[in-house]
């Protein structure tokens, strides 16, 4: 079992940043993948950064140059900077936890949101 709790959603206006932070329940060597996700309304969820236990980094198209996800396994944490924020960037944001031992399995925190208004 992992929780995750998010923080650092909020209202920004376009052009600003902000800070998302997920703090898991065990330890962050551990866990395979940490990544964030986001669904905006009427829409998918989609992937936008991941980071692998080894920091292998991967980001949307979309969000690339503008958002740097970043893991401290001593800290168990997981924090996405996002910079030069857009309007379509206004979704809830969900931390995940991937893990390939004893079972595959994704955990998801809560979600937060993040509100870019124009």
């Known amino acids: 079992q992992v929780q995750l709790v998010e923080s650092g959603g909020g209202l920004v206006q376009a052009g600003g940043s902000l800070r998302l932070s997920c703090a898991a329940s065990?330890?962050?060597?551990?866990?395979?993948?940490m990544a964030w996700y986001r669904q905006a309304p009427g829409k998918q969820r989609e992937l936008v950064a991941g980071i692998t236990s080894g920091g292998s980094r991967n980001y949307a198209d979309s969000v690339k140059g503008r958002f740097t996800i970043s893991r401290d396994n001593a800290k168990n944490t997981v924090t996405l900077q996002m910079n030069s924020l857009k309007p379509e960037d206004t979704a809830v944001y969900y931390c995940?936890?991937?893990?390939?031992?004893?079972?595959?399995?994704?955990?998801w925190g809560q979600g937060t949101q993040v509100t870019v208004s124009s």
């Open positions: 065990r330890s962050a060597f551990s866990i395979n993948t």
């Open positions: 995940n936890a991937f893990l390939l031992s004893p079972v595959p399995y994704n955990y």
